[in-house]
């Protein structure tokens, strides 16, 4: 069975935002863009195949 979910598919979701547990921003990622807080940084890890 795969569970996987297809997270920045915009038919299911306008974007991601990762917050610390106190409720602070720390990025923002849509299908076109993303954006960290200052201090952070976004990696992107292409595949490989």
Known sequence: MDN???ILNE???????????KGEKVAEV?????T??????IKLTPRYD
Do not use: F, H, Q, S
């Not at 960290?36 to 940084?41: T, W």
């Open 36 to 41: 960290p807080a200052e201090g952070y940084r």
């Open 30 to 34: 849509t299908t076109t863009d993303a």
């Open 4 to 6: 996987n979910i297809n």
């Open 11 to 21: 038919e299911n979701y306008t974007k991601l935002t990762v917050e610390t547990e």
